[in-house]
Each structure stands twice: as structure tokens, then as C-alpha cells.
């Protein structure tokens, strides 16, 4: 498998909008010729008779069936707020007039 090059590694993170000193061009490079030779080396390991997976147990949903019910009406709702108006909240403005 071919080496990724310092310039290769400086070409990327220009891509990326980083920029890289020349001590971390060179740190990287290596780093990242490690990664890469970890990738390949899974698809030496993978065989045709095993299914691609996300994940090696069979996951289950764990949650309850969504059920119907009731909830409260506007009154209600607006029953212990400090101040409403037009079935709503009404709360301190935050944002100037510069909308």
C-alpha cells in the first residue's frame, strides 16, 4: 500500500481549512499511514460468508408502544404561568429592535 506524503497530509488539511505547522505536517503524516494500514487491513479479514453488521448483537427496541392519551387544554396549560396572552406565553423580550 502506497505512503501518504507530507504533501498529500498538507494538501488535506488545506481541503479542510487547517492550518498545519511544518512540525505537525510531518507528525501526521505517519499517523496517519498507520490509520490507513489499519483500514486495509480489514478488508483482508472480511469474507463472504459473513454478513456485513453495525453491530454483533441483534438489537431490540426497549421502548413502550406510544399510547393515545389525553393532554391539556390551552387553559390549562397556561393555568400557572406568570403571564399570558392570546393562549400563549408571554415571556421577557431577549432580542433588541435590530431585528
Known amino acids: ?22 512540525a505537525e505536517l510531518d507528525h501526521l503524516a505517519p499517523q496517519l499511514n498507520v490509520i490507513l494500514e489499519s483500514v486495509a487491513s480489514l478488508s483482508e479479514v472480511a469474507s463472504a460468508d459473513v454478513p456485513p453488521t453495525s453491530h454483533p448483537l ?12 389525553p393532554g391539556l387544554s390551552a387553559e390549562q396549560a397556561l393555568a400557572a404561568a406568570p403571564a399570558s396572552a392570546q393562549q400563549r406565553f408571554m415571556v421577557p423580550r431577549i432580542l433588541g429592535d435590530e431585528q
Open 1 to 22: 500500500m502506497p505512503e501518504i506524503t507530507r504533501d498529500e497530509v498538507a494538501h488535506l488539511a488545506d481541503l479542510a481549512r487547517i492550518d498545519l505547522s511544518d
Open 58 to 69: 441483534p438489537l431490540t427496541n426497549v421502548f413502550r408502544e406510544d399510547v393515545v392519551r
